[in-house]
Nanobody, 115 residues
C-alpha cells in the first residue's frame, strides 16, 4: 500500500513563501508521476503542478512563475516551493501519485495566506 504524507502548510502573509513536502512510502517512487492539487472552500479541486518520473513539469496558469515543483527520488519526496503567495492561494493542498492504474492521494495540508 502506498502512503503519501504532506507537510509544510501553515499561515503566511501575502508575498511570503512556503515549501510543501510529500513523502511517499511503499512504492517505486521514481516511476510515479507526482502532482500537487488544491481545493479552496466551495470550489472544485484543481491541479496546481505536475512532474513526470523523468522530471518534466507543468503548471496551472495561476501559479506559473511563482511555484516550483521538484522531486528527490532517493528520498521518495516531492516538493512544492511557493513564492509570492496571494490570498487566492489559500486552500488545502493535496499530493497525488500516479502510475498506470495506481492513483494515490495524501491527506492534505492547509495553506492560508492572510495578513
Amino acid at each position: 500500500q502506498v502512503q503519501l504524507v504532506e507537510s509544510g502548510g501553515g499561515l503566511v502573509q501575502p508575498g511570503g513563501s512556503l515549501r510543501l513536502s510529500c513523502a511517499a512510502s511503499g512504492a517505486i517512487f521514481r516511476i510515479y508521476a507526482m502532482a500537487w492539487y488544491r481545493q479552496a472552500p466551495g470550489k472544485q479541486r484543481e491541479l496546481v503542478a505536475h512532474i513526470t518520473g523523468g522530471g518534466t513539469t507543468t503548471y496551472a496558469d495561476a501559479v506559473k512563475g511563482r511555484f516550483t515543483i521538484y522531486r528527490n527520488n532517493p528520498k521518495s519526496t516531492v516538493y512544492l516551493q511557493m513564492n509570492s503567495l496571494k490570498a487566492e492561494d489559500t486552500a488545502v493542498y493535496y499530493c497525488n501519485g500516479r502510475w498506470r492504474t495506481d492513483d494515490y492521494w495524501g491527506q492534505g495540508t492547509q495553506v492560508t495566506v492572510s495578513s
